[in-house]
């Protein structure tokens, strides 16, 4: 019955999956068995063969060396690899209040010991003068880095990640980018948005499956490593190699995974990301103006305008809970999220740490007529 559902949770994870993302799940289970990298045979070769491919159309697709693409098993592992790797032996960091617990964990973890230290500064949605004035603010001399979401998972709030880099750069500092929410939804440059390490999942607007995900380091970059062991190269040294990828992925790369992601990825470039996202941004415009309009129910966002945010729209109904109003949307056919969506101190600002926010995140899939039927059934439950 799950499956009749309506789908617009896809800030968590996509879904459905494009069908030729299935068709290359079974291809690479049937034809890609080897383990790459670790015989000579021709399974194992056609196996890293279909690897370097897919390493190749990404490091195309996010303009950086193809080296310099790591795959990971999700954006948390991929954010814990860069900031333990860069701030290895201590330091600050500045990060946003926005930011997923994928980043302010790490981070909090690490300010238990007294060498590192970080600190959370404001955004201010529709004034990046401000933003920045606050980011710049908190550097201080033993700052190594700026680690900061593309946009938020929560609000939508599209971050001034090219400003950023640049101010990042002007002191010295690596700019760390957390793509969760944003990868293959925006068109990301590195070269030109100034990123040092991005760190997305897979499984999100890349169409990948979960267990998927990537930290990519700008070129020439190389960081100090959270995990050593088999790569199937230099293996008479008990040292882990140096050079990339191999010096970030220990242990059997997921070629399953990989597949999928080059499946996702040549989706994406078939449908084009700016027609997505406008097709996206369409539909969550038209929930978030009902939202803004209706009396039993709020939301979060100021404005909602196209380059300033991401098709992500929460909103509250008055006299009910998050998770109670996302159990009687389920019953009535939709699925969305609710809860704190892993942000806490975005919710602290907003002051719905209480009773958390509904989260409505199309994907490429979704439709007008299901947006339509959304907001008919929202109408009937606030008796608007």
Same mark, same amino acid.
Request: glycine residues 16%; proline residues 4%.
């Given at each position: 019955m799950c499956f009749n559902l309506v789908y617009f949770d896809n800030a968590a994870t996509t879904f459905p999956k494009p069908a030729a993302v299935t068709r290359a799940v079974q291809q690479a289970v049937t034809v890609y068995g080897g383990n790459a990298g670790r015989s000579g045979h021709a399974i194992s070769m056609k196996t890293a063969q279909m690897i370097f491919e897919v390493r190749r159309e990404l490091a195309d697709f996010f303009h950086t060396d193809v080296e310099q693409v790591i795959f990971t098993y999700n954006c948390t592992m991929s954010l814990n690899m860069a900031i333990k790797g860069v701030l290895a032996g201590g330091g600050h960091a500045v990060c946003s209040i926005l930011d997923h617990n994928s980043v302010l964990r790490p981070l909090h973890a690490l300010a238990g010991h007294p060498s590192h230290s970080f600190?959370?500064?404001?955004?201010?949605?529709?004034?990046?003068e401000a933003t920045l004035k606050g980011f710049e603010s908190a550097i201080r001399p033993d700052t190594k880095a700026i680690v900061c979401t593309h946009g938020s998972n929560v609000n939508g709030v599209i971050?001034?990640?090219?400003?950023?880099?640049?101010?990042?750069h002007r002191h010295g500092l690596l700019f760390i980018v957390d793509a969760?929410?944003?990868?293959?939804?925006?068109?990301?440059d590195m070269d030109r948005l100034r990123i040092?390490?991005?760190?997305?999942?897979?499984?999100?607007?890349?169409?990948?499956?979960?267990?998927?995900?990537?930290?990519?380091?700008?070129?020439?970059?190389?960081?100090?490593?959270?995990?050593?062991?088999?790569?199937?190269s230099a293996s008479i040294r008990l040292d882990q190699p140096e050079f990339l990828p191999d010096r970030f992925e220990s242990g059997?790369?997921?070629?399953?995974?990989?597949?999928?992601?080059?499946?996702?990825?040549?989706?994406?470039?078939?449908?084009?990301?700016?027609?997505i996202y406008r097709h996206e941004m369409r539909l969550s415009k038209k929930l978030w103006r009902f939202c803004r309009d209706c009396s039993g129910i709020s939301t979060v966002n100021k404005t909602f305008e196209t380059d300033t945010h991401?098709? =992500?729209?929460?909103?509250?109904?008055?006299?009910?809970?998050?998770?109670?109003? =996302?159990?009687?949307?389920?019953?009535?056919?939709?699925?969305?999220?609710?809860?704190?969506?892993?942000?806490?101190?975005?919710?602290?600002?907003?002051?719905?740490?209480?009773?958390?926010?509904i989260r409505f995140s199309p994907s490429a899939f979704s439709t007008e007529e299901s947006v339509d039927r959304l907001i008919y059934t929202l109408s009937v439950m606030t008796g608007k």
């Open positions: 600190t959370a500064v404001p955004v201010y949605e529709g004034d990046e971050l001034p990640i090219k400003a950023l880099g640049e101010l990042a969760a929410q944003s990868a293959g939804v925006l068109p990301i040092d390490i991005l760190c997305t999942a897979g499984h999100k607007g890349l169409y990948g499956i979960t267990g998927t995900g990537l930290m990519i380091l700008r070129s020439g970059l190389t960081i100090p490593t959270l995990l050593e062991g088999g790569t199937g059997t790369v997921g070629s399953v995974g990989v597949a999928s992601l080059g499946a996702g990825l040549r989706f994406l470039k078939s449908r084009g990301l700016q027609t991401l098709p =992500v729209v929460s909103f509250a109904i008055e006299g009910v809970s998050s998770v109670e109003a =996302v159990e009687r949307l389920s019953e009535r056919g939709f699925a969305l999220r609710g809860g704190l969506h892993c942000a806490p101190l975005a919710h602290q600002m907003m002051g719905t740490t209480e009773n958390g926010l």
